[in-house]
């Protein structure tokens, strides 16, 4: 058995990953899909061993079951559970979803807010970022508030490619993907799986913000500035423009409606 871990990134369309991989027949799909596993960070649970895990996680594997597969997307944060995954399945596949950070960040805050976690407005929110990171301690397994750091994707991808090599990673860019029977095929060839399945739920959406979206035009430009660097060195990992971002963040700049 084969083993793939979607890692993050979070409020990147993760669960629409997961369904997409979870509709081809091949893949076994841990349940639930909430709350998420997290298996690997949890150290009690990781001594349990393979067998526990996957007994545990997996429970409706099928004769033509290539793959398992787990989304955890607080696992791109820490560095420690790719060597974790590492020791458990050194040929794991690694996927990792990504949306346009200035978005991303923004979704992230409205979800907070909708979960009463968030009490300040959105560029407070990003203001007090530094200071609420530093040095905290949260209940959650990762901080509820890095709504800027959390963008710089780049740094969490350099993290997990100490552990595995890169042909083992794929990034997936959430606005390409969506609705993109193509992008979908070359997910799954690149798995090594049949490319003539079309999901059910490639025009679907999960887990939408409830929260009224609001006035953000200054905010949304610092965060444009912000990830430039960071945008810069992920193409180049890439070795691509991600052009749908760039114009994105064109309309930002102007004053357009996204």
């Known amino acids: 058995m084969k083993n793939l871990f979607i890692v993050g990134a979070q409020r990147s369309g993760s669960t ?46 099928e004769a033509r079951t290539v793959y398992f597969g787990e989304k955890s997307t607080s696992y791109i944060e820490k560095p420690d559970v790719a060597k974790k995954i590492k020791q458990f399945y050194p040929d794991a596949r690694i996927l990792m979803i990504l949306r346009d950070p200035v978005l991303r960040a923004y979704s992230n805050y409205r979800f907070s807010v909708e979960h009463k976690i968030e009490d300040l407005s959105f560029a407070a929110a ?18 509820p508030f890095a709504y800027r750091r959390r963008g710089n994707y780049i740094d969490y991808i350099e993290s997990y490619l100490e552990v ?25 060839r690149w798995l090594e799986l049949d490319d003539t399945v079309v999901p059910e739920a490639l025009h679907r959406v999960f887990n939408s913000a409830t929260v009224p979206k609001g006035n953000e035009g200054r905010a949304f430009r610092g965060l444009v500035a912000d990830y430039q ?30």
């Open 229 to 258: 660097d960071s945008i810069l060195r992920l193409e180049e990992f890439l070795q691509r423009d991600i052009n749908v971002w760039r114009e994105h963040h064109k309309k930002i700049q102007c004053n357009e409606e996204i």
């Open 16 to 61: 629409y990953l997961y369904q997409l991989l979870d509709e081809h027949p091949c893949v076994s799909m841990a349940r639930p899909v909430r709350p998420e596993p997290k298996f690997f960070l949890n150290d009690e649970l990781v001594l349990k061993g393979r067998e526990y895990y996957e007994r545990e996680y997996f429970t409706d594997c």
């Open 164 to 188: 595995f090599d890169a042909k083992q990673i794929r990034v997936v860019i959430f606005e390409e993907i969506v609705g993109n029977l193509q992008e979908v095929q070359l997910l799954y």
């Open 126 to 143: 990003l203001a007090a970022e530094p200071e609420r990171l530093s040095g905290a301690k949260f209940s959650t397994s990762v901080s």
